[in-house]
């Protein structure tokens, strides 16, 4: 959002090249766990604009792809019977790079990187978009209150992968005082010339937490290099005001 407010926007603030993630899965564990994982920890994106880690399930700004970004994955699994830390295992702990100095080519594109442990295998999905901008997502409730489970996905249309911004798995979504939803990630990148589509899908749930009304809808906003659009969302007595704040890079 650095630039969204700007009424006259800096010679250095452009579209560039970025990364989006789309997701960290583990896929394959040795016989040292069992399925499911009560896995925690964290997967993180350094750059070259501040060197700082930038967490992937709560990132504040886009990944810059000026020189190679280096990702660090350090996840652990709870280990049953303690309530120590300490105790936990580590199922994957590593670094790895993507060379997009490499690449010269004008069309973004996505790939996924495999990286083995001793006690894991871990996939991250991402993609290289070109010449893109910074869209920030914002949610809040207007009226009513958070008895609804939801799932929301940003999609730019010219990758047509899906990040999951929240899904909160059939529980009802948490909210703030001021009456904002807590969302898992709320930062993604979109092609210049391309077009972010929200989706949304949500359940409106009755008092023994079960779901009653199901809703689905769709928002697309053409990328912008400032300025903000918005859309609402109904749920049963439910409103849900959705804000996408835009900004050039860096």
């Known amino acids: 959002m650095r630039y969204t407010d700007i009424p006259v926007l800096p010679s250095n603030a452009r579209p560039g090249d970025t990364m989006e993630v789309f997701f960290v899965k583990v896929t394959q564990i040795s016989s040292d766990f069992q399925w499911p994982l009560d896995v925690h920890g964290f997967v993180a994106v350094r750059d070259s604009l501040d060197n700082k880690r930038n967490y992937l399930f709560r990132p504040s700004r886009a990944i810059l792809l000026w020189d190679e970004p280096v990702f660090e994955i350090d996840l652990k699994v709870k280990y ?20 997009n100095i490499c690449y010269k080519g004008s069309l973004s594109y996505t790939r996924t990187e495999v990286v083995s442990s001793k006690h894991s295998t871990v ?14 997502i914002m949610a809040r409730i ?8 939801a799932r929301l996905t940003a999609c730019n249309t010219s990758i047509g992968e899906d990040v999951v911004l929240l899904d909160t798995r059939g529980q009802g979504v948490s909210v703030g005082k001021d009456g904002e939803v807590t969302l898992q990630r709320r930062v993604v990148v979109v092609e210049e010339k391309a077009q972010l589509v ?53």
């Open 80 to 99: 049953k019977g303690s309530s120590s830390s300490e105790d936990d295992k580590i199922s994957c702990l590593d670094f790895f790079g993507y060379n």
């Open 123 to 136: 996939e991250v999905r991402f993609a290289h978009l070109k010449r893109s901008v910074e869209a920030t």
């Open 142 to 149: 207007t009226k009513g209150s958070g008895n609804f489970s």
């Open 198 to 250: 929200l989706g949304i899908k949500a359940e409106q749930l009755g008092d023994t937490a079960e779901s009653s009304t199901m809703v689905e809808k769709k928002f697309g906003f053409y990328a912008k290099s400032a300025l903000r659009n918005e859309g609402y969302f109904h749920i049963g007595s439910s409103s849900l005001h959705i804000l996408v704040a835009w900004s050039l890079l860096p």
